[in-house]
């Protein structure tokens, strides 16, 4: 890719922090791929020092500082969710979290990079994209609250349901982008991952396929160091981004603690798929800050000095710092975020608080979406049977 | 006699120790299983004393690690896996059932499969999606495979020996909700044969078979059934693949009246297998139909609708008493 390439690129949307009001350019004209090799692409340091990328720099030019303070809140109010949440469950209110301290700018930059009309295959962490996609943010406490499996509808902002069963996402994202490719679309897909999920098998078969198709996807691997107790070393032996090589697609490794740089990374990768070009691979080098899930122990596992080194490149703090420096935001700005946050966290709390538990004769709904009469017969007995209880009681 | 008071979990984990220590061709693989001692502890301190190569920390993918064990048994190992929630097994699903539970036969009886597999599984933790699921059903269907689920600290302890023992593979399912039940376990006694079924609580009004975390309810409804005047006989199954029929039939025989409980569905469930072969062999025996509590057909609910889907005391209760209503 030349930078003269890049300079007939319409001026891109604007990386507002209003979900779902982006609306994308025409399909780039760019057809070779920038990557990164070995070091990550960055484009913020972790001092909020703007460092120039040649090849990158042309995908955030036009974001504007209102912006840079729109990636900003999208950050905070994610980590003040995120952290609400973590509360909630040592309160009892959820049964279980899966914080995303330390991704917030893996997710917040991609997610803002999609479009309305793309697709994003999320697993079970991806709170900041579901944020940028607009999907509200108390939606996805239910699950793990126990309430349901899930929570939300999919095709709402095109968000589809969290992911369990590591990796299987990958190969719906890829299948969604063959049939998008199918229609004639331009809409892009992006499936998000872990270090871990790389190793399942269904991955591999996913960057085949996606590959052999030429499909719109963007594979999007939150390198968050660990998997549960295992490092990256128990997950491969090369920088995951190389793996794209060997599929025939390319691989780029990214700050991910840097927004600016997942963002730029993504709009690359989004608007190849887009215009035609098949998959990427984006590997987000970031950090898992908390525990696997609430119920992990990461004491048992790694060191607190780790976490204190990644605590330095913090994502939040190093926009922060280049807002300051660069006197995009002001005190006054801050002090009005502040107060967002609570607010957030409030209502967050608020709603969580007040969702009733289902009603108990929902287990039998939506099994199948054209009856089946053995359900039937059992959902019969089962109402028979917890009237029996009010008769007794003489309810 | 070393007898030792310890849950489940523990007990478990000392019977790998034991095995470890028995045997240098065991090996532990899975998930977590090394540093982290596995996401329930099941292994905890094995890596430590083992070492990496004896307590293996696998790349997070279950087909790689039943495959590889496969691999590993040709090789002359004795792999004991661990899947680390019942719901993730499925990725394994197609190396256990095309590959593992055929290999003997396929070889004319001249390879051995000495796999344990190990699942925790069913439901009552109140776990997220795929956390709480029964799939031994899934897993006797399918010849080549045993398939077995401790109730207790002792047999868990026991089980696990035999289990490793086995030059067949054995998916050993382990009742995640009593994995912190505390019970004794002699770790010199002579255990029973691991497909032999116990009688836990005899009676002689009828006869309540249960394996796993059932087995605990099952004495309990017992009890309960008791007060009212009633007197139940309690087996648990240990085994579910092959399934104990003499001793479920001598019971059955002894009260004319079976109930079946499993956390699985009812609809193609081990259940229908007992009813099945129960009717067949007591025909005459019989007082009333084989009946069966379990979980429906509707997927495993989320956990604030659990306590409705599992079979409970009440649930087993209305059981019995439509039982001997006949
Ligand atoms: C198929 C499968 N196996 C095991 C698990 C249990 N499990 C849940 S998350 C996790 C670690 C995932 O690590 P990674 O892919 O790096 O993502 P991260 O959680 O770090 O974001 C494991 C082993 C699972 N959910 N699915």
């Keep these: ?395 | 006699m070393a007898v030792e008071k310890m849950a489940l979990a523990k007990a478990i984990n000392e019977s790998l120790r034991h095995a470890l220590e028995a045997d240098p061709k065991v090996l532990i693989m899975g998930e977590d299983v090394g540093k982290l001692g596995g996401v329930f502890r099941v292994t905890d301190g094995l890596q430590k004393d083992f070492g990496e190569s004896r307590v293996i920390d696998t790349p997070l993918a279950e087909s790689g690690i039943v495959g590889t064990a496969i691999g590993l048994a040709l090789r002359g190992y004795r792999p004991v896996v661990e899947i680390q929630f019942d719901g993730f097994v499925f990725p394994a699903y197609d190396q256990i059932v095309t590959q593992l539970a055929k290999m003997h036969a396929r070889a004319l009886g001249t390879v051995r499969m000495p796999i344990v597999i190990r699942i925790p599984y069913g439901g009552g933790i109140g776990a997220v999606e795929h956390h709480s699921e029964s799939p031994e059903a899934l897993f006797a269907h399918v010849a080549g495979l045993k398939v077995v689920s401790p109730s207790n600290a002792s047999d868990a302890y026991w089980m696990m020996r035999q289990a490793v023992r086995s030059d067949d593979p054995v998916i050993f399912f382990e009742p995640k909700r009593r994995y912190w039940d505390k019970a004794d376990v002699d770790t010199e006694a002579v255990p029973g044969p691991l497909h032999k079924a116990d009688v836990v609580r005899e009676g002689s009004d009828l006869t309540l078979a249960a394996y796993g975390p059932m087995v605990k309810l099952c004495q309990e409804v017992a009890a309960a059934a008791g007060e009212e005047g009633r007197s139940l006989e309690v087996l648990d199954l240990r085994s579910i693949s092959p399934i104990d029929f003499d001793t479920v039939q001598a019971s059955v025989e002894k009260t004319g009246r079976l109930v079946v409980v499993h956390e699985a569905p009812v609809f193609f469930g081990s259940g229908a297998e007992i009813a099945a072969r129960i009717t067949e062999r007591c025909f005459y025996h019989l007082e009333a139909p084989v009946l069966r509590v379990g979980g429906y057909h509707a997927p495993y609910p989320p956990a604030r609708l659990e306590e409705e889907y599992l079979p409970d005391l009440d649930r087993v209760l209305d059981a019995v008493d439509r039982s001997l209503a006949y």
């Excluded at chain 1, 963002?263 to 798929?273: D, I, K, M, P």
């Excluded at chain 1, 926009?319 to 300051?324: A, D, F, G, S, V």
């Excluded at chain 1, 009603?359 to 017969?377: C, P, Q, T």
Aim: aromatic content about 10%; overall charge negative.
């Design chain 1, 1 to 395: 890719m030349t930078v003269e390439s890049t300079a007939a690129r319409k001026p891109r949307r604007s990386a507002g922090s209003k979900a779902g009001t982006t609306t994308g350019t025409k399909r780039a004209t760019r057809k070779s791929a920038p990557r990164g090799e070995g070091e990550p692409i960055q484009l913020l340091t972790p001092e909020g020092k703007r460092v120039k990328n040649a090849e990158y720099d042309t995908y955030v030019e036009d974001v504007t500082p209102e912006d840079l303070r729109g990636l900003y809140r999208d950050m905070v109010l994610t980590r003040r969710f995120d952290a609400e949440a973590t509360s909630l469950q040592r309160q009892g209110e959820l049964g279980l979290w899966a914080s995303l301290l330390g991704q917030e700018a893996a997710q917040i930059g991609s997610g803002r990079a999609t479009r309305e009309d793309d697709h994003v295959f999320p697993t079970y962490r991806e709170h900041g994209v579901a944020w940028c996609r607009g999907v509200d943010p108390a939606k996805l406490l239910g699950m793990f609250r126990g309430v349901n499996n899930g929570g939300w509808d999919p095709n709402g902002n095109n968000f589809q349901l969290y992911t369990i069963v590591i990796g299987s996402q990958t190969l719906h994202a890829t299948g969604y982008a063959m049939g998008v490719a199918m229609d004639g679309a331009d809409s892009a897909v992006i499936a998000y991952f872990g270090d871990g999920a790389s190793s399942q098998g269904d991955v591999s078969e996913a960057f085949n396929f996606a590959a052999v198709y030429n499909a719109p996807v963007v594979f999007f691997c939150q390198n968050n160091q660990w998997a549960i107790s295992e490092s990256n070393e128990k997950q491969t032996r090369v920088p995951l981004y190389q793996r794209a090589q060997g599929f025939g697609f390319p691989g780029v490794r990214v700050d991910g603690n840097d927004v600016l740089a997942t963002l730029a990374v993504s709009r690359w990768a989004l608007e190849r798929a887009r215009h035609g070009d098949g998959p990427s691979l984006i590997e987000a080098y970031t950090y898992r800050m908390g525990a696997h899930t609430t119920s992990d122990d990461p004491s048992r596992y790694r060191h607190d000095d780790e976490r204190a080194a990644w605590e330095a490149k913090d994502p939040i703090l190093r926009l922060r710092r280049h807002l300051e420096a660069t006197h995009h935001a002001d005190d006054a700005f801050f002090e009005e975020l502040e107060s967002e946050s609570e607010a957030l966290g409030k209502r967050v709390r608020e709603a969580v608080r007040s969702m009733p538990d289902p009603d108990r004769h929902a287990i039998f709904e939506n099994v199948y979406a054209d009856g089946h009469a053995l359900v039937d017969e059992e959902r019969a007995q089962f109402a028979a049977y917890q009237a029996s209880f009010a008769d007794a009681e003489g309810v």
